[in-house]
């Protein structure tokens, strides 16, 4: 059960490609990040992943610090001129982006893979956290045991390159 004192955990995929922000709304128009954002269900805690321009995203609205989480598996982060930010500050909302890259650059086809990886973490996280956090779970993401965020430059950066692509062919063989 997630450690969650109020609230509920929900998650949502959508079939098929759903824009962040487009003319009806993209994620925003999801009935359950409405109830979030609108007050609602202030402390429920909302998973999506999300495809935008053929590559797959992570987000989570976390009711609790009214903070979205926004993640890239190639690890930038959302654009401050992304009209995202100012959406969700007309609710009393952030936008907080981990920046930590787990797809190789060089690998252009497993985004979608690495989405269900981040939300398999952030459930597994939800489930055994004391307290659930923002900077609790980008924490999790930083130190797992099966891969590891590569750095943009330096020695480090083959060995995990191959320790995550590794990761990414057993999720898929599974």
């Known amino acids: 059960m997630p450690k969650l004192t109020k609230g509920k955990l929900r998650v949502w995929a959508p079939i098929g490609a759903e824009d962040l922000l487009n003319e009806t709304g993209g994620v925003l128009r999801n009935r359950f990040v409405k109830e979030a954002l609108s007050g609602k269900a202030p402390d429920d805690v909302v998973a999506v992943q999300f495809s935008e321009a053929d590559h797959w995203r992570f987000l989570v609205f976390f009711g609790p610090e009214r903070t979205t989480i926004y993640w890239n598996p190639y690890g ?50 939800m ?48």
């Open 127 to 174: 489930t055994e956290a004391r307290k659930a956090t923002v900077s609790g779970f980008e924490q999790a993401m930083a130190q797992h045991e099966d891969f590891k965020p590569i750095p943009p430059s330096g020695s480090g950066r083959v060995e995990a390159t191959r320790a995550n692509v590794r990761h990414a062919t057993a999720v898929r063989a599974q």
């Open 76 to 125: 930038t982060a959302l654009l401050r001129r992304h009209g995202l930010h100012e959406r969700l500050a007309s609710f009393g909302w952030s936008v907080h982006s981990i920046t930590h890259a787990l797809q190789p650059r060089t690998d252009d086809y497993q985004c979608g893979v690495w989405v269900h990886v981040a939300l398999d973490l952030f459930l597994r996280y």
